[in-house]
C-alpha cells in the first residue's frame, strides 16, 4: 500500500479535536472510546481490535517524534548544543531525560510551545475514519501498518505541510470482500501442511525406538546452522539434550496407545556457537514399528540468559494455574493489554486514581490472644476475601496485600466509594456471624485519596512491582490510619471530585482537620455516611 498525499477537503468537517500532548492514561481511553464510535457507525466494529492497535501505534510513535524534536529544540536554544551534534548523541541525552524525569519535562516544554497533536473523526459520512495533525513532518514507520490496513480495507494518506503533517486513515476503494469458507479434503490437507512446513522451516527428525536419529530434514540441519551433507547427520545427536529421550522418545511417546505428544519444548546449543541457544516446540507421534516421528518447530533463538521454559505446555498451563493468583490484578490487566497493542513491557504512566486503603483493625493484638483458638489464615482470608469482592464489582483493580490490609486503585472516585461502603457492609455481615459464634469482632479502617499518581517498575530486573508511587498514595495510607474502626474517612479533594461529578450521590459528613505524619498542614477529610448507598 504506496503512502500518498491526500488534500483536506476531504476531512474539511471533523468533530472535536483530542489534544495530545502525551499518550496517558486518559488520553488514550478517550481515543479507544472515539474510536470505537466511529466504527460502529461505519459498520466497522468487527474490524475496531487490529484498528486500535494501529491506532495507539500511529499516537505512540507520533508522540516519542514530537517528544524528541522538542527535546531537540531546547538542547539548540537553551543549552546551546554544537549544531553538529549527531542524533546518536542526542538519542543518547534523550534516553537520559526519560530515564530520569519521563516525559513530564518534556510535556510542559511541549505545551509552552503550543506543540501538540490533534485527533479527530469526522462528523460526516465520507470514508475517512480518523485524522491526526501533527506539528512536524511524520518520520514514523508507515509501511510497517500498511500490509494490516489492506487487509482490513483501509489506507493510510500523508500530507506534508511545510513543518506541520496530517495522516488520514480512510477507508479503501479497493477492498475486497473475502470469499466465504470451505473444507479442505485429505489431499488439499497435506498439502497445505507441506507449504506450511516449507515456508516456516519446520524440522523433521525420525527416531529409532531405541532413540538414535535414523533420518533428518534438510531444514532441521540449516537451523542448526550444520551442512546439508550425510556426515552432519553425525553431529545431531550430540546437539539434542538428554532430557528430550527421557521425556519423550521414552515417555510421552508411550503414554498412550496412539503414541500422540504435542507441545513438548527443548532448548538446543547451536554446535560450534558461543552460547547460541534455539528453543524448539516438537510434537510427533510414535509408528505401528516403533519409530518416532518428530516435528521441530522455532519458538525462539537467543544469546545467553534466555526466559522461556522447557518442557511440556501442559506443564506450563499447571504453573500458571499455581502462580497466576500472585500475580496482582493490575499487572495481569495491563499485561493482556500491552500484548494486544504489540508491547513487550509495561510503560510507566501518570494519571488520576483513587487510592482505597482498607485494614482490620487490631488484627495482630487479635492473633496474639486467639492465634490458639482460630486459624488465623482463615480468619484473615476470609475477611479479605469478602473485602476484596466490591473492588472488582465496582471496576477497581488491587495494587497489593499488604498483611492484614490492602490498597486498591479506581478510575471513578465514585467506583471506590462504592466499593468502600460495599466493604463495610460486608463486614458488619461478617461480625454478625462472629457475635453469634461468640467470637470477637473485628472492624475495617478505610481512607481513600484522590490525584495524580506514578504507576511504574519499582524494584530490580529480579523482583519487580507495577505498582502505584507517590503523595496521593501515602496521603490515601495516612488518612486510613486517622479513621474510626468500622468507618470511611475520604479527602476534601475526593469530595469535591465526587460531587461535581455525581451531585447528591453519597451522604458526606461535615469536613474536618486532620492532622497526619509527614504533612506540614493539616488534611481536610470528611466521613462518608452507610445511608449514601444506592
Not at 530434514?217 to 547427520?233: C, G, H, Q, T, Y
Not at 462504592?418 to 481512607?447: E, P, Y
Request: some cysteine; proline content about 5%.
Amino acid at each position: 500500500m504506496p503512502i500518498s498525499s491526500v488534500p483536506t477537503s476531504e476531512a474539511s468537517e471533523t468533530s472535536e479535536a483530542l489534544p495530545c500532548v502525551e499518550l496517558n492514561h486518559a488520553t488514550w481511553q478517550e481515543a479507544r472510546a472515539r474510536l470505537a464510535a466511529a466504527c460502529a457507525s461505519r459498520g466497522h466494529a468487527s474490524r475496531m481490535a487490529p484498528l486500535v492497535r494501529v491506532l495507539h501505534h500511529l499516537l505512540d510513535e507520533a508522540m516519542r517524534q514530537m517528544h524528541f524534536e522538542i527535546f531537540r529544540r531546547i538542547l539548540a536554544t537553551e543549552v546551546g548544543l554544537p549544531a553538529g551534534e549527531s542524533d546518536g548523541e542526542i538519542e543518547a541525552l534523550y534516553r537520559a531525560e526519560l530515564g530520569e524525569h519521563g516525559t513530564r519535562n518534556l510535556t510542559h516544554a511541549c505545551r509552552q510551545a503550543g506543540w501538540e497533536i490533534a485527533l479527530r473523526f469526522p462528523a460526516d459520512a465520507t470514508g475517512t475514519l480518523c485524522i491526526l495533525e501533527l506539528p512536524f513532518a511524520p518520520a514514523l514507520e508507515l509501511e510497517r501498518h500498511a500490509r494490516l490496513l489492506n487487509a482490513l480495507g483501509f489506507a493510510l494518506d500523508v500530507e506534508v505541510r511545510g513543518t506541520a503533517s496530517t495522516l488520514v486513515l480512510r477507508e479503501s476503494k479497493g477492498a475486497q470482500t473475502a470469499p466465504p469458507p470451505r473444507l479442505l479434503d485429505p489431499a488439499a490437507s497435506l498439502a497445505a501442511i507441506g507449504e506450511i512446513g516449507d515456508q516456516l522451516g519446520y524440522g523433521v527428525i525420525v527416531f529409532s525406538p531405541a532413540g538414535e536419529v535414523q533420518a533428518a530434514s534438510p531444514a532441521m540441519l540449516a537451523r542448526l546452522r550444520l551442512d546439508d551433507r550425510d556426515d552432519a547427520l553425525a553431529a545431531l545427536p550430540q546437539a539434542i539434550p538428554p532430557a528430550f529421550f527421557d521425556d519423550v522418545v521414552w515417555g510421552l511417546a508411550l503414554e498412550n496407545e496412539e503414541g500422540v505428544f504435542e507441545n513438548y519444548r527443548i532448548r538446543l546449543y547451536v554446535p560450534g556457537s558461543v552460547g547460541l541457544t534455539i528453543l524448539f516446540n516438537v510434537s510427533g507421534f510414535r509408528a505401528a514399528d516403533g519409530a518416532i516421528y518428530s516435528l521441530w518447530q522455532v519458538v525462539a533463538e537467543a544469546s545467553g540468559e534466555v526466559q522461556l521454559a522447557e518442557g511440556t505446555i501442559l506443564g506450563e498451563v499447571r504453573v500458571h494455574n499455581i502462580t497466576k493468583n500472585y500475580v496482582p490484578q493490575l499487572v495481569e490487566q495491563k499485561a493482556r493489554e500491552a500484548v494486544r497493542l504489540g508491547r513487550t513491557s509495561l510503560a510507566n504512566e501518570e494519571r488520576p486514581v483513587a487510592v482505597l486503603f482498607c485494614d482490620i483493625v487490631g488484627f495482630t493484638a487479635w492473633v496474639e490472644r486467639h492465634g490458639g483458638s482460630e486459624s488465623v489464615i482463615e480468619t484473615l482470608n476470609t475477611i479479605l476475601r469478602r473485602v476484596a469482592a466490591p473492588v472488582k464489582r465496582y471496576r477497581g483493580a488491587i495494587d497489593k496485600f499488604m498483611g492484614d490490609s490492602l490498597m486498591a486503585l479506581f478510575d471513578d472516585p465514585a467506583d471506590a466509594v462504592r466499593a468502600a461502603l460495599d466493604m463495610q457492609s460486608h463486614a458488619a455481615d461478617i461480625n454478625a456471624l462472629r457475635a453469634d459464634s461468640g467470637r470477637q469482632a473485628l472492624q475495617l479502617r478505610i481512607g481513600i485519596h484522590w490525584g495524580e499518581v506514578v504507576i511504574g517498575n519499582v524494584g530490580t530486573a529480579e523482583r519487580l512491582d507495577w505498582t502505584a508511587i507517590g503523595d496521593v498514595v501515602n496521603t490515601a495510607s495516612r488518612i486510613e490510619k486517622g479513621c474510626t474502626p468500622g468507618g470511611i474517612l475520604v479527602s476534601e479533594t475526593l469530595r469535591e471530585t465526587v460531587e461535581a461529578r455525581q451531585p447528591g450521590a453519597f451522604r458526606f459528613g461535615k469536613p474536618f482537620a486532620l492532622r497526619v505524619k509527614g504533612k506540614r498542614e493539616a488534611l481536610r477529610v470528611c466521613a462518608v455516611q452507610p445511608q449514601g448507598l444506592g
